[in-house]
């Protein structure tokens, strides 16, 4: 075979094995850089909306200061949230003291245990067209999450809290460790489960369910979250990107550290 005819075949397998169903093709997915500036390791999770596949085995250990890459793809659903105070190799159950799926570190699709703070993403499958992703402390908060598109888009970011809602949660929104010590709070939907709080039944819709003192103190500290189901302006970001950048524990935490985390690492 003449080696032109030979580079001519090695380019149509190698064409034909990147389209292949089974390879995905980098262009065509999304890129989510996961970056723990936590003082603590952290054990960050993802879960899948039905039908979609599950990403990063759906768990990974992410030591202090150290980041991951993770991929997506097109028109991905779903959910990641950070798990924290985990012990996988003790009998503990729950293995983690927040954010928890069944005791697993690959929590393979399952939904984390409330509460946590968690990033909702929408992923459109046209790249041209603006994904949409928010926080939520709808069931509730852990930690404090930054989202941002890489390159930065001027209203794409989703800042980080001004304050630590652990150290400020009210007695009957707290959850705490085997120590004692507030891990996370809860969203008052949680804590009491009330049409009035959970924004259901008579109070479903937006013009009869309306913050409570409870939610006006989540969005207090941390504007740019979803703090209950109808809040208004719903605080959505809306950019076509092909990278987001997720961090935990950023820099806008106003210089405050969460309080009472058993930092255990896997």
Known sequence: MKSSDLISSLSLFLTGLLLSPGNAVLAEQVTFYVHNKCPFPI??????????????????YLPL?????????LAWTGRIWARTGCRFQSNWQPACETGDCDGRLACGGLIGTPPATLVQVSLQADKAK???????????????????????????????????????CPEELQVLNRDGEVVACKSACLAFNADKFCCRNEYGTPDKCKPSVYSKMFKDACPGYYSYAYDSPPPLASCASEEYVITFCPHTWGGEQVQGLNHTSS
């Open 43 to 60: 054990w960050p999770a993802t879960a899948s909306n039905t039908g979609q596949p599950v990403i990063a085995d759906g768990g990974f």
């Open 65 to 73: 200061g150290s980041n991951k890459r993770i991929s997506a793809p």
């Open 130 to 168: 603006p994904s949409f992703y928010d926080v939520s402390l709808v069931d509730g908060y852990n930690i404090p999450i930054s989202v941002q598109t890489r390159p930065v888009g001027p209203k794409c970011g989703i800042p980080g809290c001004s304050k630590d809602l652990n150290g400020m």
